[in-house]
């Protein structure tokens, strides 16, 4: 309880604990309406976590890294009969590393859904789904349009949730 009472108080909510003898116990918390609980899929890219919003997540695959074509100078996949164009997230973050495969040489490649088009985004490799108190950024991170929010992990970490919609 120490800790859940540590990161609701992190995020200025209220914790408060009832308990009377042969009836229960009960707890309320209060969050800031400033914040929502928001599902995210946790991936990786550059050994670096980041949460992408589930609502925007059709699918998790891994490509063998000899499928992937280019099409006009952009690289594509085709997936269930589709052409879905691949961005590798290390790229749209300014990050200069490339993607790693896998031992069987394969991308992680997470589908995503924008304004009815499916995008893939090149990641390292993908992590459990959660749901996350998701906090609007405040000061000079709230012009980075790349980050929707962030969100405290269980283990003191700092997530970065992703604004898919302007980084593709």
């Known amino acids: 309880m120490d800790v859940v009472r540590s990161a609701v108080e992190k995020v200025n909510g209220t914790i408060l604990l009832e308990s009377e003898v042969g009836k229960g116990t009960r707890i309320r918390i209060s969050l800031p ?4 609980v928001t599902k995210v899929m946790i991936v990786e890219s ?11 997540v059709v699918e998790t695959v891994r490509v063998p890294r000899n499928s992937i074509r280019t099409i006009k100078h952009s690289k594509t996949i085709m997936l269930r ?13 300014g990050l200069d590393t490339e993607p790693q495969a896998n031992a069987d040489d394969e991308i992680a490649v997470l589908v995503a859904r924008v304004g009815g088009e499916a995008v893939g985004l090149i990641v390292d490799d993908f992590h459990e789904t959660a749901d996350v108190i998701q906090k609007p950024l405040n000061g000079v991170l709230s012009g980075i349009s790349a980050y929707s929010g962030s969100a405290l992990m269980g283990d003191g970490s700092v997530l970065m949730v992703l604004n898919v919609k302007e980084i593709v």
């Open 46 to 56: 550059d050994r670096q976590i980041f949460g992408v919003p589930m609502d925007h």
């Open 81 to 93: 009969g589709s052409i879905v164009p691949l961005k590798a997230l290390n790229a749209m973050l």
């Open 33 to 36: 309406l400033s914040m929502a």
